[in-house]
């Protein structure tokens, strides 16, 4: 498994938590519900399974925009898959593997103008001429310390909660992340282009490094285009990659202000997991749509990236400057220029195509065959061994507890000891370290723990439950937040599951 960034990959330090993400966040048995719940024509209890609340009624957006809009956003709950909708919400990784709080994602929009564009997707809605505008969203959490409750909302444009449009992710352009008509759409948006994905060869398998292109390989092959893009990046190169991209670099502003230090325009941009050809793919597509004239990719505070169309027309090319920090123009949504983190896990080993969401593993590798979804927990946990006064030992769960092999006297005896302030170690410090979350774990029970409180923290409760009949002592606690596992699941996740 790589270890270290990979070429058009994302920060290391990143890819750890999306591997968490992926494993925890959406549950097996929540995308196997709501697909049933989905696939038998019931869009709320497909929500239901997927811990999406209902904020909406189909009858109550009739009376207020028409019944031409009702029947088009019916049609598309029909279609909405909320588990799907679930595993691409935005994350708030600086906090784990949480949900980002507060933000409002717009899934689809209707009225407004007489229709619903879907820019360069192919798809129209027909409504009354002159019918404001109103959306299909999906609300986060209201913090990322919440339960991880989505809720499924329908809104008019004019609603409060959209002015704030550093809050606002527009997904309208982006069926694929929750629609599952469009969910083979993915494999486009990831680039898959002439029979293979960039950074993968045609059957699926990850490209080695001597693989990817060393000098520009031509318009012939895209993916490998898309390749040399990445391999000017990661060389540092911006100017050649933006260029490279089709994107006018205005040099001048690319030059070192001596404010900045040495390198920082180029240090602005190497940092961001920027996946560029997207970015050129899809920033003209919002800027046509009347989203914004200009965008801003987030930098750092000494300064940003700034993208606005070259000239007139939606077929016109993009220009971008380095600048200090501004708040003129749109933040660029996450989604058009972030790296797909499923590609990445993929790519180091981490997670096979087999434990993807099964929409995801058949867009990307359909190849893939029988996709069963993230692992669960382990049925069986397998005790491990503990040095313990110069012997190793043998250290497991069983009925619920943490069982030491010493006798009820020498317990007695620790304990006895601790109280008078001498010093825990050996499997009496394992037991502490468990139930108290202070002191070290051994390295095979730290993953356990981690576990535990991942499942508790996104609802698992069959998670839960299966390691609480594998065994599993439910004393134990997280040393990040002090909580129990009963704590955490009775604050974090009430009715979940």
Do not use: N
């Amino acid at each position: 498994m790589s270890r270290g960034p990979l070429v058009g990959g994302l920060p290391v330090e990143e890819v750890a938590l999306w591997h968490r993400v992926r494993r925890f966040a959406v549950p097996r048995w929540m995308i196997e519900g709501a697909t049933a719940a989905r696939l038998a024509g019931d869009w709320r209890a497909a929500c239901a399974a997927a811990a999406v609340d209902v904020a909406l009624d189909p009858a109550r957006i009739g009376a207020a925009h028409g019944d031409a809009v009702r029947d088009a956003a019916e049609a598309d709950l029909a279609h909405l898959a909320p588990d799907l909708l679930r595993w691409h919400l935005p994350r708030a990784l600086v906090a784990g593997t949480m949900l980002m709080g507060g933000r409002v994602v717009l899934l689809a929009r209707y009225g407004g103008g007489g229709h619903e564009r879907e820019h360069g997707y192919g798809r129209e809605h027909r409504h009354e001429p002159g019918s404001p505008a109103s959306y299909l969203v999906a609300r986060t959490p209201p913090a990322w310390d919440a339960p991880q409750r989505p809720v499924l909302d329908f809104v008019a444009a004019d609603d409060p909660g959209l002015r704030r449009a550093y809050l606002v992710d527009d997904w309208t352009a982006a069926r694929h992340f929750w629609d599952a008509r469009y969910a083979p759409q993915l494999r486009a948006w990831c680039g898959g282009a002439a029979g293979r994905l960039p950074f993968f060869r045609a059957d699926g398998t990850p490209l080695g490094a001597r693989e990817l292109p060393d000098t520009e390989p031509g318009p012939a092959d895209p993916a490998a285009r898309e390749e040399w893009i990445a391999v000017l990046q990661a060389r540092g190169d911006t100017v050649g990659a933006f260029t490279a991209a089709g994107v006018e670099v205005d040099p001048a502003t690319w030059a070192l202000p001596a404010r900045w230090g040495p390198g920082q325009p180029e240090a602005i941009v190497s940092a961001l997991p920027l996946d560029l050809p997207r970015l050129v793919r899809e920033l003209p597509r919002l800027i046509a749509a009347g989203y914004a004239a200009r965008f801003r990719l987030p930098g750092t505070y000494r300064g940003e990236v700034v993208l606005e169309a070259a000239g007139p027309g939606a077929g016109a090319a993009l220009r971008a400057q380095v600048t200090s920090y501004t708040s003129t123009g749109a933040t660029v949504p996450g989604m058009v220029w972030r790296r797909v983190p499923d590609l990445q896990l993929v790519r180091t080993g981490r997670l096979t195509p087999e434990e993807l969401h099964p929409l995801v593993a058949a867009a990307l590798f359909p190849a893939a065959g029988l996709v069963a979804g993230p692992p669960g927990p382990a049925s069986v946990l397998e005790p491990v061994r503990v040095r313990c006064r110069g012997e190793w030992h043998l250290v497991g769960f069983r009925d619920g507890e943490l069982r030491i092999p010493h006798s009820a006297r020498e317990q007695q005896r620790e304990q006895a000891l601790t109280a008078l302030g001498g010093a825990v170690s050996g499997c009496f410090a394992v037991r502490r370290a468990w139930a108290t979350g202070q002191g070290r774990l051994p390295r095979a029970l730290r993953p356990l723990r981690r576990e535990v409180f991942e499942r508790a923290r996104h609802g698992d409760t069959p998670g839960i439950d299966a390691l609480l009949a594998a065994g599993l002592d439910p004393a134990v606690r997280d040393p990040e937040s002090g909580d129990t596992l009963a704590r955490m699941l009775e604050r974090l996740a009430p009715g979940a599951g």
